[in-house]
Structures are given as structure tokens and as C-alpha cells.
């Protein structure tokens, strides 16, 4: 378990890094101008597109987000309320990012907030020593002066920037409101406090930005990020938790301003291992895996399903990609080819590999007989994309057509019957020529056909992701196309996938998408293309992606309010 | 209720906390005596008439028309023979049933479903850039509309209480899919009154907090005071979607202080449910909705609430009904089983026992001089006719309970096309809003279904 100190020291070294880095800006600026692929990052954007970013918004905390805060602010050794307690983060086109970005609070959210937030305050006020640690004095009144400088220190990082002196004021007043009837003022202190944490400055972060300097002629009329806007905005991307003083500091004076820092301190966070966890959280997402928690089979047709197995397939595709992006160089498109992963017992039994059991993660190489590479054969793929009895090859297919090249599939036309034609059990079919239904009639062929067809291609695996040799008692054929580029099977399949600049911008996009958290619209054409020809240029390090990110304009301007609803 | 309308201290705290402190417990939250009641039991000793309660009970995905739809119109309806309504037959007395209304809204498979049936108004989409949309609902769903009457003219502690009994298991479309009460929506901001999936927290919520000292709840009272004043200095600062959000932000604050400093109630308190994980694989949904049930007729019999909603399942549910021997996620099953459909009919005709054990429950009820359904109106709706199809016309509804006697329970109404609002209007009505007309845009009804109701 990491400390809270160590985690400061982390900090503190990453500040320095910055500072170090300041110091040799110029000479970066003019090594990375020969350095290929490296200087891409400094580079101005190319005028191709317009870049008319929306509006900023404000970010309700994810509850990992809000137990990430706390912790932050109050030690390790606090317990943090579950996240069953809280407010249930949702998605939104996939995100819990963009989905926190719509959210309210509503009256049950309210409750459950305040509720936490007592549970947190009441173990620290239980302790005088913890709370005067915290408090950083013993005062006899709320009158006090270090009252005030405890509001305005403590606060400044519960609500990640410096608060203004009618918000000090404000806080100084319900802490003397309550002291006149609470018999110390420590306790009145704590309300006080959970004044602080129950604010819309706390639960949200708030983003407003401030118009951009005149010398900034690439951005004008758009604002910018604030310094501490920014500095949380980064905090909470890479590391789902709140800035600390250092950056703060930084971000105060101004150092989030200067490309070469920033890059240097997002590498050095990179490196370490609280940044693992929230790009995880992305690729989650991402992936739309956290429903493979809830995975369900059916259990007399698959008899190594077991109520753990979905948490098992989510876990390994997980694994699979913290290594690729933090342990193997960074390249993406090795996910879809790679024949190493990371299995448990019951994840061996689904891929036929003898000698691993129990619920602990090895690491193995994927026999090389062509039948599995990378996620696209990877069971929690397979089985999370298809029914409880069946194989879909209608979502599979779906999964790669919108998640991974991007497009878009419409849902079934009104009206329509979306049954499929009984089968016969004197002429058994296999479920792909079931299918055929779908290509035969007109007002089922013009989707279907973006689907099925890379769909047929997994059809070596069943709902729960093994191998089958066959189908309904028949053969299955796994030849099929993908946008006219023919394959057979999934490996091959995965081998094209890996290979279209279609995903590399696709995956870009998402990310940006998280990053914004909220779709990337036409005004963002020069920001998202930028930062795909940075991916493509990094071969597509997803590391390099997450740097370029926090330098890319769309991370940091926002468009004027609009104020017609 | 809008922000606006509210004062900055919208109640005296002071005053509700030496009612508490006195011991002088008046009546919101206490169960009715008998001694309250004038002599016939049918309104409070002072004249003012018995609470009605309003409910929505939604389930997902539709119906089979053809074991669902009474044989005949009028009084004293009548289920196909094995029919789905089968399991409401012993408490018709309670139950109209409403069909061949449509929905008058721009239709989108489910989405404009759920909206025009549970707030009679269109789905809002959220963002305009694919094809499988995400939504959410333009205007407030029928239990909040609900809620601001009840609220304006006899506040309870509880503006409103949502539960769900099965798990969300849809997709990602918006909050549509994932949740039931709503606050309506100015600019895509998601504003939902989440149900309570765990029946614990909901007891915890309700009876499980124990006595908190007086002065406990004042100093959070106050926190929340503040908490509420920053709420509407940081307003000023933002955009007009934001705002919005803050706005309901503001309101739950407020309804939380509002209660700390209410005279608490004083409820038998019942014992503590527990959760219910899934067995061997499967949710305990009898178990869920059953102890459900009993805590929302409690809650409404101790009157912390008068509208109340409960999603049996979402929106284009992927509930596994295995009780009606499903074994696939209903929605897929709905679009994949073959003539005979017997598990979709089995699974409404299941979903419909359920239903019957709420209102058992709450005829059991004694309230007044009768019991909880005689004084509830409880609008029973689904996002389709059929899933299969994702038809939107000859929806199937239900309106339950006597309303106070302003519904005549036990009619049949079949309509040729006409406006679902229609039934939201009359459920409104029922539950004694002085209402003449309601829903949104194309969803706007100007006529109750006057066949349903007592003169």
C-alpha cells in the first residue's frame, strides 16, 4: 500500500522534473526539431481544419474520483466510504467521464454524499492528533485566526485552487454559526468542513476558463483553461485524484504554459504507478468491459461458466493492455496481435491450456496454430459480444464497426420483425447461414452487411469464447470480408484490424473524447487530427497518445458559453 | 419546483426545531389515527380530504397484445384465456385497464416510448452524431409533476421515493434506458431521480438511521445552508446548461435541509431486509420485489411520501426472467424466440404477478377508513405495445387503485388511436390533481378517459 508520503515525494519529484525541465526548454525546442517523430509534440497544429471548440462545462467527480480526493486530502489511513455509498457513475457514449459531465445531483445523491462525508470527518475528528494534523492548530474559538488560514490552505486543496475571501468568509461563518451551540470548536470545525466537501466546488470540478492573451493569435475569441483548471483537469485524467500543492503551485505560476514542462511531468507521472489504474479505467470503457462483471451464460450449454469468469475475462483483457501500453513500448496495434496474455485457471480451461490453476494471473504465449491473437480472440471479447446460448456474430461485428473503426450502425428500422426464421431440426444450418435472412431481405441487408460479414469471422468461438470446430453438427466457415479486404478466421481478421488507420484515429478519438469528456464535434477536426498524426507518427504509443493529449489545444481551450439553452 | 420560487431559507428551521424538541410530533410523517379522522373516516378531522398517493410502475419491453388485451370493453373486463393479466383478476375491483392509445410523439424504437408513456412528452437526444442514440427526458416524468402538487399543497418528507427491483442490464443510450423518474431536460443535461436497486439501503434510508441528537441536525442543517448559498454564487458564473444542473443541485440540497429540520416520523419500524445477491446465477426478483413492495406501503402508509415510483425492470430491460423459464436477457429474447413467443407471454404474465403482489400489499393496508389502494392511483406503463416490433400503437396500460374514490377500477377503455397522455392525464386526475389537460408538444392530451372515472 502506497503512503501518502510517498505519493508526495512522487509529486515533489515530479515538480522538480518540471523545473529541470524549464531550464533546458530551449535546448528540447531545438533537439527535438531534428529528432524524428519527437518534435511533433511542439510543433504548432496544422491549419487544416478549423478549430472551434464547444463550450466548458463542469465534471461531477466519478466516485473513484471523490474517494481518490479524500484520501488525498486526508491520508491512507482513512477508510473510504465504497462506492456502493455513493452516487453510481454511468456512461455516456461508453465514458463515465462524459456521463459525469451531464450529471446533477439529485435529491438521493445529495443524501448519499452527505452521508459519506460525515463518514469520512467523523474518523478524523475522532482522533484529535489526525485532526490537528489536518486542522493545523487547536483553536479555543472560531474567531481564531488560524480558522481562517486553515479554510484557506485546507481548502485550496479540497477545491483544488485558491478561494476567494467571501468564500473564506463564508466558511468561517458556518463554522461559528454551529460553534454557538456545539460545545468545542473543533466540532464546529467539522461542520465547517463538511461545508467544504459537500460544495458544488468540491463534488464538481469546475471549469469556466478566461479569455486567452493577445498574443495567443491562433485562439482568439476562444477562452482558456485556468492554470489550476488545467492542473486539475490533468490531475484527474491521468490519475483520477486531485492536484497536489506542488502542482498547484506550478500551475499558479504559470509553468502548465509551457509545452516542453508539461510534457516532462506527464512522462514522469506515467512512469509511475497511480497512472496505471485511470488509463485501465479508459480502455474499461473503452472496451465496454466492466459489463463482464455482470456476465451471464448459460450454464447446462457451458459448464465452465462460473460466476467469477466475467471478472476473470475482464481482468486479462485489462492486463493485456497495461502491459502493451506501460511494459512492451507503448504500441497499440500489437493488442490485436500479440499471442501473449495473462490467464488464471479458469481462463486456461477456456483456452485449452493445461497447468495453470487457481485464481491467480500468469503470463503465457498463445500456441501459434493461428487460431487466436490479441483482444478481438480474447474471451471476454467473444463472450461479452455475444447471447447466453448463442454466438452474435451481428455484435461482434457491431463491437469492431462503431468501437473500433469508428462508424455507425443503425438500430432496427420501427417495425420490423428482428426474429429469425425457426430452424428446422430436419435441415440443420449453421447460425451463419441463419443469418443469410438478413442479407436476403432488403430492409435487414443495408446494416447487417456493415455486421455480419466481420462478424462470421469469429465463428470459431463459441458464447463463452472456446473453440468449437463446429456449429449446429456442421462446419463453419470463417471466410468473409472486411470492407472488400478479404480474410479467413479471426487471427486474420485481427491482422487487418491492427493494420487500418481507421483504428489508430478511431482509438484517438475516444480517448480525446474521454479526455474532453464529451464527443469530439466538427470544431475539433484540427485538434483530434493532430493528435492522430501524433499517434501515427509515435507508432502508435499509447503513452506518447496521453502526452500529446494534455498538449493538444482541445485539452486546453474552450469555446465561449452559449447561452441559448 | 423551480429554484426560484424557493426563499433562501425556505422554512424556519428554528420553529421545526422546538416542534421537535417539545415532543409535539404533528402530523406529516405519522401514520393516520383515528383519532385525526372526522367520523366517517374518509377526511381529516379539520375537513381537509385524505392524502392520495400517485404512483408510476413501469416494466420494460412491451407486451403480446394478444394474451394481454381483455376480451371485452367496458365494465367488468375479462383476460384472454392463460392472459397476462390473469394474476390482477382478484383485485379488478382496483384495476382499469386502457387500450389502443398511441404515442404521439416522434417515435424512436424504446426511446420515445418511455418518455411518452411515463412523462407524455418526446425523448430529448442528447448530441446529434449516431444512429443509436442516446436520450434522456425532455420534460419531467408524471411522479415528479406529481410531486410539485403534492409538495405545493401538503409537503410530505420525501418529495418523492424511486426503487427498482431488477438490475439495469440495457445499454449505454442515455438515461432512458437506465432510469424512470426524471426532471426533465433544457440542454441534454441528464437530470434523473435514480432508483434504489438495494431493498437495504433503501430501508437504511428510510427507517435505519437511528435518533440523531437535535443539534446534530441543525449543524447540518446549517452546512447545508451554506452549502446551498455557494450553489447560487457559482451559478452566476456559468453557462446556461450548467446552470441547470446546479439548479437541481440547489433543489436536493434544499430538500435534505428542509427534512433534517422536519418533525422525523414515527413509523413502525420494520425489520431490516438485507440484500438479495443472485443465486446460482439468477435475481432474486420475487424476493426483491416482494420486500420492495412492503417498504414502499409502509413508507407510503407513514405518509413520508405521496408519489412514488417503482421500475420492475428498464427500459429495453435485458432481465434474464428465468422465473418464466427465459433463459436469454428479455430484450434479446423478445427479438429472437419463435412463434409460440411462450416466454415473452410467460415473462409479462410473471411480471404481472408481481404487480399483483404490490397492490395485495397495499389493499392490505388499512388507511383511513379503507386501505392504501383505495387512496392511491398507480399508472402501469411499458415503452411498447411489443418489443418485436417496437410498435407504439394500442399501447398497453393500466391504471390501479380507487384514487379516493374518483376512479371507478374494474373498466376496460379501448381507444381508436388516441393520445397515450390520455392515461397519465386521468392517473393524474385520479390522484386528485385538478388537472384538464397534460403531457407536451405532440403529447399534449386536452381529454381524460372519462369512462374511468367517478362523476
Not at chain 1, 480502455?283 to 468491459?289: E, K
Not at chain 1, 480474410?487 to 478511431?506: D, K, N, S, Y
Request: net charge negative; glycine share 10%; with cysteine.
Amino acid at each position: 500500500m502506497e503512503t501518502k508520503l510517498s505519493r508526495r515525494r512522487r509529486w515533489a519529484r515530479g515538480a522538480s522534473a518540471l523545473v529541470v525541465a524549464t531550464a533546458a526548454a530551449g535546448c528540447v525546442g531545438a533537439i527535438g526539431g531534428d529528432s524524428p517523430g519527437g518534435n511533433v509534440l511542439t510543433e504548432p497544429p496544422k491549419p487544416k481544419a478549423a478549430f472551434e471548440p464547444e463550450p466548458a462545462t463542469i465534471h461531477r467527480l466519478t466516485s473513484v474520483q471523490v474517494q481518490n480526493t479524500w484520501r488525498a486530502l486526508f491520508g491512507e489511513k482513512l477508510t473510504v466510504p465504497q462506492a456502493s455509498e455513493l452516487p453510481s457513475d454511468d456512461q455516456a457514449y461508453g465514458f463515465r467521464s462524459i456521463a459525469a459531465a451531464m450529471k446533477t445531483i439529485s435529491p438521493l445523491e445529495v443524501e448519499e454524499y452527505e452521508h459519506a462525508t460525515y463518514a469520512v470527518l467523523d474518523q478524523v475528528w475522532k482522533e484529535d492528533a489526525w485532526r490537528d494534523s489536518i486542522v493545523g492548530c487547536s483553536p479555543e474559538t472560531s474567531e481564531d485566526p488560524c480558522v481562517r488560514a486553515y479554510f484557506e490552505r485546507f481548502g485550496r486543496l479540497a477545491w483544488r485552487r485558491r478561494l476567494d475571501t467571501e468564500e473564506v468568509d463564508g466558511l468561517v461563518a458556518v463554522t461559528k454559526e454551529v460553534g454557538a451551540y456545539t460545545n468545542t470548536t473543533a466540532e464546529a470545525l467539522k461542520f465547517g468542513t463538511a461545508a467544504l466537501l459537500q460544495s458544488p466546488h468540491f463534488l464538481f470540478r469546475i471549469e469556466v476558463g478566461e479569455p486567452v492573451g493577445a498574443e495567443d493569435l491562433e485562439h482568439q475569441g476562444l477562452l482558456r483553461l485556468t492554470g489550476t483548471e488545467l492542473a486539475s483537469r490533468v490531475s484527474y485524467l491521468l490519475l483520477d485524484a486531485p492536484p497536489n500543492t506542488d502542482l498547484l503551485d506550478a500551475a499558479e505560476s504559470g509553468l502548465l504554459d509551457d509545452p516542453s514542462l508539461v510534457a516532462a511531468g506527464v512522462e514522469y507521472l506515467l512512469a509511475s504507478p497511480e497512472a496505471r489504474p485511470p488509463l485501465v479505467r479508459f480502455f474499461r470503457d473503452f472496451m465496454n468491459i466492466a459489463r463482464l462483471d455482470q456476465l451471464d451464460k448459460n450454464a447446462e450449454m457451458f459448464p465452465s461458466f462460473s460466476q467469477t469468469l466475467g471478472v476473470s475475462m475482464r481482468t486479462e483483457m485489462e492486463k493485456l493492455f497495461e502491459a502493451t501500453v506501460f511494459d512492451e513500448g507503448g504500441d497499440f496495434r500489437s493488442l490485436f496481435t500479440t499471442r501473449s496474455t495473462y490467464v488464471n485457471g479458469e481462463l486456461a480451461a477456456i483456452y485449452g491450456i493445461d497447468g495453470v490453476t487457481g485464481p491467480e494471473f500468469v503470463s503465457v504465449t498463445l500456441p501459434d496454430d493461428g487460431r487466436r491473437a490479441g483482444l478481438l480472440t480474447s474471451p471476454g471479447f467473444l463472450a461479452l459480444n455475444a447471447h447466453k446460448t448463442a454466438t452474435s456474430p451481428t455484435h461482434r461485428g457491431r463491437f469492431v464497426r462503431i468501437s473500433l473503426l469508428c462508424q455507425d450502425v443503425p438500430p432496427p428500422p420501427m417495425g420490423v420483425s428482428t426474429e429469425l426464421p425457426p430452424s428446422d431440426p430436419n435441415q440443420p444450418k449453421t447460425l451463419r447461414e441463419r443469418l443469410e435472412e438478413h442479407r436476403l431481405n432488403d430492409e435487414c441487408k443495408s446494416c447487417h452487411q456493415l455486421m455480419d460479414p466481420i462478424g462470421f469471422g469469429f465463428e470459431h468461438f463459441d458464447a463463452i469464447g472456446a473453440w468449437r470446430e463446429l456449429d449446429n453438427g456442421l462446419p463453419i466457415d470463417v471466410t468473409s470480408e472486411l470492407d472488400g479486404k478479404p480474410f479467413a478466421g479471426a487471427t486474420e481478421l485481427a491482422g487487418l484490424i491492427a493494420e487500418l488507420p481507421e483504428v489508430g484515429a478511431c482509438i484517438t478519438r475516444r480517448f480525446y473524447q474521454h479526455a474532453v469528456a464529451r464527443l469530439d464535434r466538427k470544431g475539433d477536426g484540427r485538434a483530434v487530427n493532430s493528435l492522430i498524426e501524433s499517434f501515427v507518427s509515435t507508432d502508435y504509443d499509447f503513452k506518447k497518445l496521453v502526452t500529446s493529449m494534455v498538449l493538444n489545444e482541445g485539452f486546453r481551450y474552450v469555446g465561449q458559453p452559449k447561452e441559448t439553452p | 419546483m423551480s429554484r426560484s420560487s424557493l426563499p433562501r431559507r425556505a422554512i424556519d428551521r428554528r420553529a421545526m426545531l422546538k416542534g421537535l424538541l417539545g415532543g409535539t410530533l404533528v402530523g406529516v410523517g405519522l401514520p393516520m389515527l383515528e383519532a385525526m379522522l372526522d367520523s366517517n373516516g374518509t377526511a381529516f378531522a379539520d375537513g381537509d380530504a385524505l392524502p392520495t398517493r400517485f404512483g408510476l410502475w413501469f416494466f420494460g419491453n412491451g407486451v403480446r397484445l394478444d394474451s394481454w388485451t381483455p376480451t371485452s370493453t367496458g365494465a367488468n373486463w375479462q383476460p384472454p384465456a392463460d392472459g397476462a393479466l390473469t394474476a390482477l383478476v382478484p383485485h379488478k375491483e382496483y384495476v382499469s385497464v386502457v387500450s389502443g392509445l398511441s404515442v404521439k410523439t416522434p417515435r424512436h424504437p424504446h426511446h420515445s416510448g418511455i418518455s411518452a408513456v411515463c412523462s407524455g412528452g418526446p425523448h430529448l437526444k442528447v448530441d446529434n452524431v449516431r444512429d443509436t442514440i442516446v436520450s434522456t427526458f425532455k420534460y419531467k416524468s408524471v411522479d415528479q409533476f406529481a410531486a410539485d402538487h403534492f409538495q405545493a399543497t401538503n409537503a410530505s418528507p420525501y418529495r418523492s421515493l424511486e426503487v427498482a427491483v431488477t438490475r439495469f442490464r440495457g445499454t449505454d443510450e442515455g438515461t432512458s434506458f437506465q432510469y424512470l423518474s426524471h426532471n426533465g431536460s433544457v440542454g441534454g443535461e441528464t437530470n434523473v431521480n435514480p432508483s434504489e436497486e438495494s431493498p437495504q439501503a433503501f430501508y437504511n434510508r428510510l427507517f435505519g438511521m437511528g435518533t440523531v441528537a437535535p443539534l446534530v441536525l441543525k449543524a447540518r442543517a446549517s452546512v447545508l445552508d451554506a452549502v446551498a448559498g455557494q450553489i447560487e454564487s457559482l451559478e452566476k458564473r456559468l453557462g446556461n446548461r450548467d446552470k441547470q444542473r446546479l439548479d437541481q443541485h440547489f433543489t436536493s440540497v434544499r430538500e435534505l435541509e428542509k427534512r433534517l429540520s422536519a418533525p422525523v416520523a414515527e413509523c413502525t419500524k420494520p425489520v431490516a431486509p438485507g440484500n438479495f445477491p443472485d443465486l446460482g446465477g439468477n435475481e432474486q426478483m420475487v424476493e426483491k420485489n416482494k420486500v420492495m413492495s412492503d417498504l414502499m406501503a409502509l413508507a407510503l402508509a407513514c405518509r413520508l411520501t405521496q408519489s412514488f415510483s417503482i421500475m420492475f425492470s428498464t427500459c429495453g430491460s435485458g432481465v434474464i426472467m428465468w422465473p418464466a423459464g427465459s433463459k436469454d436477457g428479455q430484450h434479446y429474447m423478445n427479438h429472437t424466440e419463435p412463434a409460440p413467443w411462450t416466454k415473452q407471454h410467460e415473462s409479462v404474465k410473471f411480471t404481472m404477478s408481481q404487480l399483483a403482489y404490490f397492490l395485495e400489499r397495499l389493499k392490505n393496508t388499512p388507511d383511513g377508513a379503507g386501505n392504501l389502494l383505495d387512496q392511491s392511483s398507480i399508472l402501469v406503463v411499458t415503452e411498447h405495445a411489443e418489443g418485436w416490433t417496437h410498435s407504439q400503437d394500442d399501447m398497453p396500460m393500466l391504471i390501479c387503485g380507487k384514487g379516493g374514490g374518483r376512479l371507478k377500477g374494474n373498466v376496460h377503455f379501448r381507444g381508436t388511436g388516441g393520445n397515450t397522455s390520455r392515461a397519465l392525464l386521468t392517473a393524474l386526475r385520479g390522484a386528485g390533481l385538478p388537472i384538464a389537460q397534460y403531457g407536451y408538444e405532440a403529447g399534449l392530451a386536452t381529454a381524460p378517459i372519462g369512462e374511468l372515472e367517478n362523476a
